[in-house]
């Protein structure tokens, strides 16, 4: 019994071990060919396999890029959930900077991989409801931040209520009282400025607009946190 309980243990560390190292070899591959030029052959021969035989860890491409997704959508959440949670719970300005400073780190150091994310969609791929969760904790954290600090949003533009009711419909679902319909709007239009401004700077289309792009990413993150009531002390 021991052996067999041994033997068992021992194929599942050197499954893990393999799963790692295809993983590693196909984010190194994001960087160099795009998640749209990814490919299960390639990923083989960097990890010195056949094929055949990384279709017994991931059946399909769409089943690596699946992987990719839940991983790298994870590493940034908790980086971004790691940030906001240094900061003292009060200090709801200086959490927001810290969580969308978190974002960016995390994007500028792995650039393949916010490719992935946020950049064309693989064509012939469809990302499956497993990857929400994963997708969504970035968005979650600033959701908190905002909901916590309370401050005076002023008129909102137009009537959003019907536009964001699935949005507040997830925050319900996911144990919070039902959050003001602007809050959820502009906590989103938020949350698509610091991405949206990340792939200006990584796809480079800040270059010779703005002089230091960190300096920027704060600008418009303070200002996008004072468009949903966060404001310095």
Partial sequence: MLGRMTARTARQIARATLT?????????RLATDGPGGLSLRAVARDVGMVSSAVY??????DALLTALLVECYDELGS???AADAAVDRTDHAGRWLAACRAARTWSVTHPGEFTLLYGTPVPGYAAPPDT???AVRVVLVLA???AEAEGDLGPGVSDVTGLVSAAGQYLVRRGWPAPPAEVVARTLMAWSGVFGTLSFELFGHLDNAV???ADWFDAVAARLGADVGIRPA
Avoid at 20 to 28: G, K, M, P, V, Y
């Fill in 211 to 213: 002089a230091d792009p």
């Fill in 79 to 81: 980086a971004v959930e």
């Fill in 132 to 134: 929400v969760g994963p």
């Fill in 144 to 146: 908190a931040i905002a």
């Fill in 56 to 61: 017994r860890y991931f059946p399909s491409r």
């Fill in 20 to 28: 790692r190292e295809i993983l590693d070899a196909a984010r190194a």
